[in-house]
């Protein structure tokens, strides 16, 4: 039985990003299944070198620091996070989830395997305002529409659907992953090259049928949905 995660936790009203105190905390010794939340956060990262970007109190922001994970690290934190956030949840492969195409969360994996630890940091915006979103975001970004008083809980609902979902055989996994595939026959596109998603593999890699009718599995990285043509 994997051991809880969620406890000890670390509450701070600011900081620069949760993922940066877990991964100091991890530098410390702390040990697996430490928590970090925050209200608010300074520095928020996100993947490919973005900042994330909340406003204080409107979101679920947390880092859990592990010792242990699967080799699906990414996509099991997904399929928890959808299903945390319900039914509709889709998944956009490695771990986007949106909701009508919108992200309303965003994982990410980070850490040092060598050293024995990884930290996943999370975003979900549970009470994030429209009006509050950075301009640029207000066509991308989704929000559960919930008051403050909802992070707590959907908190609870995060950690207890990753105690289970980083511990499931990766067969599991990547059914839960299938089932809530939002590229799925879709147009992507990835640096110059664009193609048919169809569908992830055993292993979890994304298989893009290219335009120029070669295929490629994609294991890592982001891919973009092309818009639907008007
Ligand atoms: C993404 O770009 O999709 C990943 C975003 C991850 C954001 C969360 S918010 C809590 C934790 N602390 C950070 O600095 N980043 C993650």
Redesign the pocket.
Known sequence: MTPSLGTPRVHLRRV?????R?RDLAAAGAPHGTL?T?AE?T??????G?N?V?APGQ?????LLLREWPALLPLAAAAAVAEAVGETAMIKWP??VLLFDR?V????AEGRPQAGWMVL???LNVAVRREDLPVELRNTAATLGLPPSAIEPNLARVVERLQRWLSAPPAAVVAAVRARDALAGREVRYGDVTGRARGIDDHGRLLVLRADGGEDLLDAGEVHLTPAAP
């Not at 620069?16 to 940066?20: F, K, V």
């Open positions: 620069d990003s949760t993922s940066q877990a970090v925050a956060q520095a928020g990262r996100g993947r490919q973005r994330w909340a979101a679920l922001l947390m880092s771990n986007d992200k969360a965003g994982i990410l940091g999370i975003g």
